[in-house]
């Protein structure tokens, strides 16, 4: 059995309710509610793989729109103690998935500005959510694979908050399709 996340309902506006052999968690948006609801799912039942899917924000001008394998994730809105951006006190610096595809940044708080996306095109993503790397994290802290799926929503820039009202409809669609297509429901 896999599970099937979701931060947001409107990521799964595509999604069947039921899909044979997924069970459906929607865990809420940013890092925390994401760590909570998946550990909370993970202690519960023993899944084969997890399969994410939800919205990003191109933070490299040449990705361009679709559907994009994560291959490992960072923290953008964390420092050490030294005050080195992306680097926590505690917790690893990159979680590598199993996956070739793009780097995402995560932080718990929506990008929509240019500053904001030099600064975390410095730690080497080009694409940034607020969810992918908590998931990660649990995941591999359970030992269970995973896969994360995401759409591009927006370009992280000036008015992306108003323009993933609309987008996620198209990437929910987007996503539900690359999501028949690999796993074949």
Known sequence: MRLLVAAHESELVAFEPEIAGFDRL????????????????LDASAYDEIVVVGT????????EPGVYDID???????????????????????????????????GDHFVDDAAAVATIR????????MESYAY?????QFGVPIRILKAISDRAQDGATELWD?????????LRAHVR???GV
């Open 26 to 41: 929607l865990t809420g948006v940013g890092k925390l509610r994401a760590t909570y609801a998946l550990t909370r799912a």
């Open 122 to 129: 410095s730690l080497g993503a080009r694409m940034v959510d």
């Open 181 to 183: 297509e690999v796993y």
């Open 136 to 140: 990660a994290w649990v995941a591999a």
């Open 72 to 106: 490992a994730t960072v923290q953008h809105d964390v420092k050490d103690l030294d005050g080195v951006l992306g680097q926590h006190i505690a917790l690893p610096t990159r979680v590598s998935l199993s996956w070739e595809g793009v780097t995402i940044a995560t």
């Open 166 to 174: 609309v987008a996620v409809i198209e990437c929910s669609r987007q």
């Open 56 to 63: 990003a924000g191109a933070i490299d001008p040449d990705l």
